[in-house]
């Protein structure tokens, strides 16, 4: 794919077996070139970032310290494309499932425990750890040395990330993530969605997660829910709104974001139109 409106003021990967396997990239707004990342999922370590947004929903933002795990280098890079304004420093690792089956000789990672439902978070930012930052210090060497660096090497690389994101000590939904690119196990269209009614997910994105091209999700969805997408996943998160209302004290701006919902307005105007009234005058009626 393509990004716009940034400056690459370096950028360098090492291959293996012409496929990248670790990307470095130096960019800054505003002048147009190209970046061109796979799309295999993929783990970005911000060497350097001034906290600008990425994305709204999830939240996700260009921080230093923090990690970013994504089933799909494309979502990452319209992340970058469409929202980051400023400058950033990643390096980032490109899970190829052809390189990742040679790594492991076929077999599964020793942590590695096979998923019981669809995982429903596609991209997950997080802090680094002391393991993480090491591991990506060891990276900034490898790109120094370049020419000593064996396919061996790479392989162990790119083991040993695997390893590290598996542990107990991460995040689940990280450890979904990294569980389902050595999963063989399929899971149903209506499996998947409803995996995904609650989570802030574009349906966009949902189809990419079925496999489907957007006009065969579409179509699918509506052969099996008998409505469109849109309306479908709307009515459930308004209903999920009105739960949360309810029996939570979480504030409705949150709730709104939790659920995918672009803003407060937003939320509110299709709140009011299904319900008659605004979250706020829901809430306070409840407690009458």
Not at 83 to 99: K, Q, S
Not at 194 to 220: M, Q, V, W
Not at 247 to 269: A, C, K, M
Request: proline letters at 5%; a negative charge.
């Amino acid at each position: 794919m393509h990004i716009f409106g940034f400056m690459i003021k370096q950028k360098d990967q090492i291959l293996l077996h012409g496929v990248p396997v670790f990307t470095k990239i130096e960019l800054e707004t505003p002048v147009n070139e190209d970046l061109a990342l796979p799309s295999d999922a993929c783990y970005l370590h911000i060497n350097e970032g001034d906290g600008h947004e990425m994305a709204k929903v999830p939240k996700v933002v260009a921080l230093k310290g923090t990690t970013i795990l994504s089933t799909c280098g494309i979502t990452v890079g319209y992340m970058i494309s469409e929202n980051l304004r400023g400058a950033v420093d990643t390096t980032i690792v490109h899970f190829n499932i052809d390189v990742l089956k040679e790594c492991f000789e076929g077999e599964r990672p020793k942590l590695w425990e096979e998923l019981n439902s669809p995982i429903n978070e596609y991209v997950v930012q997080s802090a680094t750890n002391y393991l993480i930052d090491a591991y990506f210090t060891g990276l900034e060497h490898l790109f120094s040395n370049k020419q000593a660096v064996s396919n061996s090497l790479l392989m162990l690389k790119l083991k040993e990330i695997i390893h590290l994101l598996l542990q107990s000590e991460n995040p689940e939904p990280v450890k979904n993530i990294i569980k389902s690119l050595f999963s063989e196990k399929t899971f149903s269209f209506k499996e998947v969605v409803d995996a995904h009614l609650y989570k802030p997910i574009s349906i966009e994105n949902l189809s990419r997660l079925t496999g489907d091209s957007l006009s065969t999700f579409k179509r699918k969805f509506k052969e099996i829910y008998h409505v469109s997408p849109g309306q479908y996943i709307l009515q459930k998160r308004l209903d999920k709104v009105a739960e949360l209302l309810r029996i939570s004290d979480d504030p409705v701006s949150q709730i709104g974001y939790d659920l995918g919902f672009e803003s407060p307005e937003h939320l509110s105007r299709v709140f009011k139109k299904q319900f008659g009234i605004t979250p706020s005058s829901y809430r306070a009626k409840q407690t009458v």
